[in-house]
């Protein structure tokens, strides 16, 4: 088991540039969960997928942010414009399936710096 | 959602057993209990969860209180390796809120 994998590691932009975070979860969960991770706020969860499907978006930031799930194995977060403040770690978590309570897998992040 | 108060820091010694308490007075019935914790530089990594039983696991132990109100994480031999931040949350759905848990430092 691969565990999730995110990439790319490490994302350094200037601001106004458009950031692609890349999310592989495990094989065979089926939600999928984006977090951001900062000093100030620690970790707030953006947005969860369940089978594919966008549930809950309410944590994303502003219409800046959107992410996409076109298959299970596969997700995208996307900064267009991106802007200093969102500097932070990125990760992605994935779930199997069955019950709500089933522990989260995380990736280990991507760390953006926007200049 | 239920809140949850944990200790900032704490420190503990190599070998011996280490005891992470976590308060949630406000529990409700059908909450449960989850432990993770974030080693520097990685993301956050599941440890252990429990309605009303005690659970164990090759990781940790997790005791809860009979009338759930709290509970205790315990690593039963820290290593360095298990120097973190060690999050307590409750919760009865897919969204696990993380506060700033306890630091926990491993001395040799």
């Known amino acids: 088991d691969a565990g999730v994998i995110q990439s790319p590691r490490h994302e350094v932009t200037e601001m106004g540039q458009e950031v692609t975070l890349r999310c592989k979860p495990i094989?065979?969960?089926?939600?999928l969960f984006w977090y951001r991770q900062t000093m100030m706020r620690g970790l707030e969860l953006l947005i969860y997928f369940n089978n594919n499907v966008p549930i809950d978006d309410s944590g994303m930031p502003e219409d800046r942010f959107s992410a996409k799930m076109p298959n299970a194995s596969f997700s995208t977060l996307k900064i267009q414009p991106s802007e200093p403040r969102d500097s932070a770690v990125y990760f992605c978590?994935?779930?199997?399936?069955?019950?709500?309570?089933?522990?989260?897998?995380f990736g280990n992040g991507t760390r953006l710096t926007v200049t | 959602d239920a809140k949850t108060t944990q200790p900032t820091s704490m420190d503990c010694a190599e070998g011996r057993a280490a005891n992470l308490p976590c308060n949630h007075s406000?529990?409700?019935?059908?909450?449960?209990v989850y432990w993770y914790r974030q080693i520097h530089s990685q993301g956050p990594q599941y440890i252990i969860h429990g309605l009303k039983n005690n659970e164990t696991n090759e990781m940790a132990s997790l005791i809860i209180t009979e009338d759930r109100k709290s509970s205790t994480l315990i690593l039963p031999h820290a290593t360095l390796r298990d120097t973190a931040v060690y999050y307590c949350?409750?919760?009865?759905?897919?969204?696990?809120?993380f506060g700033a848990g306890t630091t926990v430092t491993v001395r040799a």
């Open positions: 094989s065979g969960h089926n939600s």
């Open positions: 406000t529990i409700s019935g059908n909450e449960y």
């Open positions: 949350i409750v919760r009865n759905d897919y969204k696990l809120s």
């Open positions: 978590a994935s779930r199997a399936g069955g019950t709500p309570n089933s522990p989260l897998h």
